[in-house]
Antibody, heavy 115, light 107 residues
């Protein structure tokens, strides 16, 4: 069965960095576009970033452009999100999701940005 | 950026009743519209894609309709497990944008 498992979240100070990972299994990872989506406490879902199957096309939300970098390693069935210059407003649960319609999601990993 | 507006913000419904949720796009998204169910502490679950196609394993009581800028998610007879927050997502344009959500609560 399709599984997506995020990891790498935690507490970080403003201005700090964190790298999230998403381990995929149960499907041919290299065939699928992937996205990161986040949910701040008490807020709705916010799309963050997207990468095509071969990583030749990448998009970011304006709120993270220039600070976050999405990448993938198809040999390791893994998706990543490098987050730099973190701000309090980046505090959220971060989910990875599969495909253009985001038909499968992980359980999420919590990122807290606080001094 | 396409703004997705959901209404109402909260819907109070009794089990067994019908629930109708709306999603409006600020410009046409064709039929590139999905609906998700989200419960606290769980992963969001895709219900509908292509505006009206049920995702794998989704019960027939969930149906979607609309195209262009106006979309509807209907739950024909609410079950206890359906009380959750529902989001629409447009995947026609970049950036992808979600509606702010409709909370379906027990009346």
């Amino acid at each position: 069965q399709v599984q997506l498992v995020e990891s790498g979240g935690g507490l970080v100070k403003p201005g700090g960095s964190l790298r999230l990972s998403c381990a995929a299994s149960g499907f041919t990872f290299s065939d699928y576009y992937m996205s990161w989506v986040r949910q701040a406490p008490g807020k709705g879902l916010e799309w963050v970033s997207y990468i095509t199957s071969s990583a030749d096309t990448i998009y970011y939300a304006d709120s993270v452009k220039g600070r976050f970098t999405i990448s993938r390693d198809n040999a390791k069935n893994s998706l990543y999100l490098q987050m730099n210059s973190l701000r309090a407003e980046d505090t959220a649960v971060y989910y990875c999701a599969r495909g253009n319609t985001m038909n499968y999601w992980g359980q999420g990993t919590l990122v807290t940005v606080s001094s | 950026e396409i703004v997705m507006t959901q209404s109402p913000a909260t819907l109070s419904v009794s089990p067994g009743e019908r629930a109708t949720l709306s999603c409006r796009a600020s410009q046409s998204v064709s039929s590139n519209l999905a609906w998700y169910q989200h419960k606290p502490g769980q992963a969001p679950r895709l219900l509908i894609y292509g505006a009206s196609t049920r995702a794998t394993g989704i019960p027939a009581r969930f149906s979607g309709s609309g195209s262009g800028t106006e979309f509807t998610l209907t739950i024909s007879s609410l079950q206890s497990e359906d009380f959750a927050v529902y989001y629409c997502l447009q995947y026609n344009n970049w950036p992808r944008t979600f509606g702010q959500g409709t909370k379906v609560e027990i009346q």
